[in-house]
């Protein structure tokens, strides 16, 4: 009972083809309100903006849900856009405020359809006549908070006196217009002559095509109608009409043509606006037709030149070559070499006692004016999957040979680099997993614990020997497994090719003879935080460096450092205590300790010498008298004592 206590009395079923807004309306007229805001403030819903009307809302008054949810006018997360229907229009095509209606259609159907709700609309394609927007009483605009679906606020019935008859050409347009928006079949013959493909556009772009035709080609003058909705309607069906004969003698009043200065720009007028109009439409057949009738009355060339245009930015089909320049960013001297090798054709076009060269647009790709870009150090680095300053010593060895020299020692031409990067595809192709002994090219690339000279030499035995690759899906270099061998060679090779006196003394950190490790490892071999590491480093009992967020650690160092201490985190872990408790023990019986403080909280972590690990068990045993002799003894025998 508590469910249907909302609903109306009177609910009755919404058609298919039925506006959301005139449903409301007809709810309004059967349960005997004198306005639709009465349901609209019953539905919760705001009675000033029916766009935005919920339909659930709507739901529990009627109790039809998917019915409604078809009749919805506004689009999730989109105030732009709203839709009808199911076909996604423009807010500005759906005139909800301002309501046509055929008088016969609501008599006969006993509702207002959908296609009414669109500003096209001026005319119903059934009945040939214009639909009624005032009322004949008095003489006001229809407004959608009315009485009934026939009777005006004022009261009177509404009846259409003066039906005004309507050309075929715009019965015709409408019809199409309304088939779309109800998803009924569109008859593929058409007495006005319509071009076919005018079927196959949707909804919003139909309605776009008879804005932009009849907003840019009427002709002014002083005889302008009421409405102007209706002026565009009946000047896009005319336009449309006979295509593309019509088409082309409205174009005929406009008096200008193209720029002198660039041979596929209109100068300023209604013939530049239509062109760009267009192009924003992008619709096929209408370019096709406007560069046809370009072609016929300015000379040959006009029809590449229209159609090679750009819709995303619209630039000229034609540019020059300092316009190539900054639009691709590459230098002249590889405009001038793109053009040599593929010998596209140039336009030259006298500008006064100067000469100007265009060249077509759709011939210079982005693939041809690619290779003959320059790219910075670290734009080529990025492509081959390096540091940049690894390609940086790989050009001072030599090991790194552009295609072109240029004046410029800090550029790279994008074809050397890709070049480059080729050489490493056959060792992608051999892929095998990973095993011991073995190094990731990207943690090598990255590492600080090798000099720039060992990595660029490393670089040059990958190239020169096959090694293995892991299976990496985007197929970078990334995954490469490098023998620790190949390493610890070509730091021997650096230390034997060390050029002078001035050369620095290799430190010892890149005299180790194992590679660095990184904190997370040490870590987890020394059995304690990172931050207790970072303490360490500090106090010099570990070598390492830092760089940036990483820090890395000497293996032999971190060897060392092992085999003398051990965590008292791990000894209190392994034999069922607590790290205090131990620390605690080893205070009062004056066992050494190293003690770092960590964390903002600074709690103590602590490492014990591995000659006093037996006598701290053994004490806590005796002291705590709760840890049996096999715990102890085993912790013994794994700590070695």
């Not at 009395?9 to 005997?32: A, F, H, I, Q």
């Not at 300053?389 to 790194?400: S, T």
């Amino acid at each position: 009972m508590s469910r249907n206590k909302h609903l109306l009395p009177c609910r009755p079923k919404p058609d298919p083809t039925e506006s959301l807004l005139n449903y409301v309306l007809r709810l309004s007229e059967k349960n005997g309100f004198g306005d639709p805001r009465a349901v609209l403030a019953r539905a919760g819903g705001p009675v000033t903006a029916p766009r935005r009307l919920d339909v659930s809302k709507l739901h529990a008054l009627t109790g039809w849900g998917s019915e409604l949810k078809r009749m919805v006018y506004s689009v999730s997360g989109d105030t732009e856009n709203s839709q009808l229907h199911g076909h996604i229009v423009s807010y500005k095509d759906i005139s909800l405020h301002r309501p046509k209606l055929c008088v016969e259609c609501i008599r006969e159907n006993g509702f207002v359809q959908a296609h009414f709700d669109l500003s096209v609309m001026v005319a119903c394609p059934i009945h040939r006549t214009r639909t009624l927007t005032h009322c004949s009483t008095c003489g006001s605009e229809l407004s959608v908070f009315r009485r009934g679906l026939l009777i005006c606020k004022c009261g009177a019935a509404l009846l259409n006196d003066n039906p005004q008859s309507v050309p075929d050409r715009e019965v015709n347009l409408l019809d199409i217009i309304r088939r779309k928006t109800l998803s009924l079949s569109i008859p593929s013959e058409s007495g006005t002559g319509f071009p076919r493909e005018l079927e196959c556009l949707d909804l919003r772009t139909l309605l776009s095509v008879v804005n932009v035709l009849g907003r840019h080609l009427r002709v002014k003058n002083g005889l302008e109608a009421a409405d102007d909705m209706a002026v565009r309607v009946s000047v896009a069906a005319e336009t449309l009409s006979e295509w593309p004969n019509h088409f082309f003698e409205m174009i005929d009043h406009f008096e200008e043509g193209f720029s002198e200065r660039n041979p596929a720009t209109f100068r300023k007028g209604r013939m530049r606006n239509l062109h760009m109009a267009l192009l924003r439409l992008d619709v096929p057949f209408i370019l096709a037709g406007f560069s046809e009738y370009a072609n016929r009355n300015y000379g040959e060339g006009c029809r590449s030149r229209l159609m090679g245009l750009s819709r995303d930015k619209y630039a000229p089909a034609y540019l020059s070559k300092g316009q190539i320049v900054k639009q691709y960013k590459i230098s002249r001297r590889a405009v001038d070499r793109t053009i040599k090798q593929n010998a596209i054709n140039e336009v030259n076009v006298v500008c006064g006692k100067r000469k100007r060269v265009f060249i077509d647009a759709h011939e210079i790709t982005f693939e041809r004016t690619e290779i003959c870009r320059l790219c910075s150090a670290e734009e080529a680095a990025k492509v081959i999957g390096i540091p940049a300053r690894v390609l940086r010593c790989l050009l001072q060895l030599g090991l790194f040979r552009p295609t072109i020299q240029w004046a410029n020692a800090r550029k790279f031409d994008l074809l050397s680099v890709l070049e480059f990067r080729r050489r490493f595809d056959p060792i992608l192709e051999f892929r095998r997993k990973a095993c011991s002994g073995m190094i990731r090219f990207d943690r090598l690339m990255g590492s600080v614990g090798i000099s720039l000279h060992v990595r660029a030499m490393v670089i040059d035995f990958i190239l020169s020997r096959k090694l293995y690759a892991t299976g990496s899906e985007d197929g970078s270099i990334g995954g490469i497994l490098i023998p620790e061998e190949l390493v610890l060679e070509a730091r021997a090779h650096e230390q034997s090719i060390a050029l002078g006196s001035n050369r620095e003394s290799v430190g010892q950190f890149e005299r180790d003879s194992a590679l660095p490790v990184t904190a997370h490892e040490a870590a987890e071999k020394a059995e304690c935080s990172t931050e207790a590491l970072y303490l360490l480093l500090s106090r010099g009992i570990l070598q390492g460096r830092k760089y940036k967020r990483t820090l890395w650690i000497t293996h032999g160092s971190l060897a060392r450092f092992i085999a003398q201490y051990v965590s008292v985190l791990s000894l209190a872990r392994r034999i069922g205590t607590s790290t205090p408790a131990l620390m605690d023990y080893c205070c009062r019986k004056n066992i050494e300790i190293l003690i770092v403080r960590c964390g903002v909280n600074k709690w103590r972590q602590g490492f014990v010498l591995k000659t006093e690990v037996a006598k701290l068990l053994c004490g806590a045993r005796e002291e705590r008298g709760r840890y049996s002799a096999k715990q102890v003894f085993g912790e013994l025998l794994k700590v070695g004592c």
